[in-house]
Every structure is written in structure tokens, then in C-alpha cells.
């Protein structure tokens, strides 16, 4: 069965730094959109990235842009989501999630958790 998995949340202090990880079973992240999301409590889900499938250019959403860097190791159909510069307002529940396209989720992960607090 095709499986996303993410890890490395956890507790942060303001301007500190983070790495995420999405590691894909039954399929190759190859050929697929790679997206990054994220939802607080009582908050809809926000779209952090995605790395198109079509050019392979990355989209980051304003909030993000300039803090945060996606790259992906196609060896270990992992991808990464580095997170510098961390701000209170970042906390939330990170998912990754792949599909045909950005705007074309098929399979995500169960979430990590990340809280960026003094």
C-alpha cells in the first residue's frame, strides 16, 4: 500500500530551525508533485509548497518564502522540508502529501507535529 510518513517535529524556540521528513513507501516520489501542508487548531489547512510536477519549480506560500527550503533524495524517496527562522505563528500540524499534480493530492502523510514556542 502507497504510504507518506513524516517525523522530525517537535518543540522550538522562536527564530530556531527545523528539519522535516516525508519518506514514501509503495511508489516513487519521481514524476509526482510534492506538496507541504499545514493546520492549526481551528484553522484550515494551509498550503506551505509544492514542487510542481510538470517543471519541477517550487511554489512557496508568502508566509513561508525565504524561511523555508523543500529538497528531495530520490535514493531514499525522501523528501525534506527545512524550516529556519521560526516563528510562534508556524505552529501547526505539517503534512506532506504527493499526487499528479499541485493542484491533484492522492496520498498524504499522517501529520507531525511542530510548535515553535519560548
Known amino acids: 500500500q502507497e504510504q507518506l510518513v513524516e517525523s522530525g517535529g517537535g518543540l522550538v524556540q522562536p527564530g530556531g530551525s527545523l528539519r522535516l521528513s516525508c519518506a514514501a513507501s509503495?511508489?516513487?516520489?519521481?514524476?509526482?508533485?510534492i506538496g507541504w501542508f499545514r493546520q492549526a487548531p481551528g484553522k484550515e489547512r494551509e498550503g506551505v509548497l509544492c514542487?510542481?510536477?510538470?517543471?519541477?519549480?517550487?511554489y512557496y506560500s508568502d508566509s513561508v518564502r525565504g524561511r523555508f527550503t523543500v529538497s528531495r533524495d530520490t535514493a531514499k524517496s525522501t523528501v525534506y522540508l527545512q524550516m529556519n527562522s521560526l516563528k510562534p505563528e508556524d505552529t501547526a500540524v505539517y503534512y506532506c502529501?504527493?499526487?499528479?499534480?499541485?493542484?491533484?493530492?492522492?496520498?498524504w502523510g499522517q501529520g507531525t507535529q511542530v510548535t515553535v514556542s519560548s
Open positions: 502529501a504527493t499526487g499528479p499534480g499541485c493542484l491533484e493530492y492522492r496520498y
Open positions: 514542487i510542481s510536477s510538470s517543471d519541477g519549480i517550487t
Open positions: 509503495g511508489f516513487t516520489l519521481d514524476y509526482y508533485a
